[in-house]
């Protein structure tokens, strides 16, 4: 089992950058893929990044390639997301995901630990 505590989110300007944190416990996070999701007040839930494993593979959603990074340091088990380029439509709760299972997935469903999350607000 592995707890996820998101650190970061906050207000920043339009075409700002921000950048999350999420530190996970256990001795295992290296066995874990690891993502990043945002909600929007009154939308689904909807994937912004992904990192394999050993970070050799990084996917990312459609609405944030070209701006946000993902990394991942297994040795401080923690995940990162730099967001660049911040636009209005990016304000969401950002939630931190953890998934023990084979592959790199990228569905909300296939994510088997959750943090709270850490509200992030871009003003125009």
């Known amino acids: 089992q592995v707890q996820l505590v998101e650190s970061g989110g906050g207000l920043v300007q339009a075409v700002g950058s921000l950048r999350l944190s999420c530190a996970a416990s256990?001795?295992?996070?290296?066995?874990?893929?690891m993502g990043w999701f945002r909600q929007a007040p009154g939308k689904e839930r909807e994937f912004v990044a992904v990192?394999?494993?050993?970070?050799?593979?990084?996917y990312y959603g459609d609405s944030v390639k070209g701006r946000f990074t993902i990394s991942r340091d297994n040795a401080k088990n923690t995940v990162d997301l730099q967001m660049n380029s911040l636009k209005p439509e990016d304000t969401a709760v950002y939630y931190c995901a953890a998934d023990q299972t084979p592959g790199v997935p990228t569905r909300e469903w296939e994510y088997e630990y959750w943090g709270q999350g850490t509200q992030v607000t871009v003003s125009s």
């Open positions: 990192i394999s494993r050993g970070g050799a593979i990084r």
């Open positions: 256990g001795r295992t996070f290296s066995s874990y893929a």
